[in-house]
Every structure is written in C-alpha cells, then in structure tokens.
Nanobody
Framework: VQLQASGGGLVQAGGSLRLSCAAS????????MGWFRQAPGKERELVSA????????YYTGSVKGRFTISRDNAEKTVYLQMNSLKPEDTAVYYC???????????????WGQGTLVTVSS
C-alpha cells in the first residue's frame, strides 16, 4: 500500500488544518487507518485511528474534542480535521495502514511520507 499524506502547513494557535492521506490500494476499505505524529525530540505517537467502516475511532487524550478522523472508502482517502490547534500539536504527521492488526491501536505496517504541521503561538 502506498500512502500520500498532504495538508500540513503553518497555522496560528487556535486555527485549523485538514490532513488528507490518499491510498493506492484498491482494497483500502479492508485497512485500519491511523494518523501518527512525531515532534522534535519525542517518540512517535498514535494520534487517531479508524476502523474499516469508519464506525470506530480512537483519539489520544490530548486531541480529544479537537481532532476528527474520517475516511472515504470510495476515494481511498482518510482525513484528519484538526481544530483549535495548539503549539504542542507541532509535529510531522504520518498516515499509516494495517490489514493485520487486531485493533485500530495495533501495529501498523504501511506508512506515508509525513506532512509537517507547525502551530505558532
């Protein structure tokens, strides 16, 4: 599976961005999809994830109520709507896919190239 993330950029605190991740895989609807991020000097963390149908979603605590994950299986794309952005959201954001994990917070096998999100104070 090839994943192409886009939508990052520079935004002021309180602003919004929408990340997109387009997949090459025709069987996209069989994959759990996740968004990870890695800030400078920090480990990569799972930000949000979604199941095949989009009926189950996970959010890490720091983004709950601010970020929304969604997917369009017909377009083979997963989105991350990020609102009320904070400087601590600054990171490289990666989309990822898995067809083998037992849960949406499991191990992801395929990774996109990352898109940089910078939130200024």
């Amino acid at each position: 599976v090839q994943l192409q993330a886009s939508g990052g950029g520079l935004v002021q605190a309180g602003g919004s961005l929408r990340l997109s991740c387009a997949a090459s895989e025709s069987a996209f609807s069989r994959y759990y999809m996740g968004w990870f991020r890695q800030a400078p000097g920090k480990e990569r963390e799972l930000v949000s994830a979604i199941n095949w149908k989009g009926s189950i979603a996970y959010y890490t605590g720091s983004v709950k109520g601010r970020f929304t994950i969604s997917r369009d299986n017909a377009e083979k794309t997963v989105y991350l709507q990020m609102n009320s952005l904070k400087p601590e959201d600054t990171a490289v954001y990666y989309c990822a896919a898995t067809a083998t994990a037992r849960s949406i917070t499991g191990k992801y096998d395929f990774w996109g190239q990352g898109t940089l999100v910078t939130v200024s104070s």
